[in-house]
């Protein structure tokens, strides 16, 4: 089953044992668009299927093995209510990075986001700091500068 706004797929050889089914799942898609709802909120895009819930970090490595492509529309700012939201966000962008650095080239994210991509995770980091947690893990002495 391709994903909503998925399209294209590359050729592949297969034998002649294979189901069609089979042979779907072995061709990887050219690109798959998504909106930031549909892979990052609670609901995700489970929510036609009877478990409903938010995709897995095990959903997104099958989409980035799966696409060479994925876009991802209307990125909001992150602020501390889409603090979940932004972890899964967070997981996604570290398995498509993983996976470029395995093979070059194989898979590629581009998004469209409400703010710069330096700013989307201020919110967050300002709440943070503002609670007294450094997010810069491994650096618990350095100072945190963060405007908001």
Known sequence: VRPQGATGSTTSSSSSNSSPIQEQRQQPLAAAWFTF????????????????GALSSNDYL???????MIFVQGIPQLTPRLRD???????????????????PGSVRLVFSAAVNPH???LPLLGAAAAQG???????STDKLDVKQ
């Open 37 to 52: 709802d549909q892979l990052c909120s609670n609901e995700g895009s489970r929510q036609s299927l009877e478990h409903a």
């Open 85 to 103: 939201e932004a972890r899964r966000l967070v997981t996604l962008v570290d398995l498509v990075y993983e996976a470029h650095t395995v093979k």
């Open 119 to 121: 700013e989307l995770f």
């Open 133 to 139: 947690v450094n997010p810069n893990l491994g650096r």
């Open 62 to 68: 099958a989409l980035v093995r799966s696409c060479s």
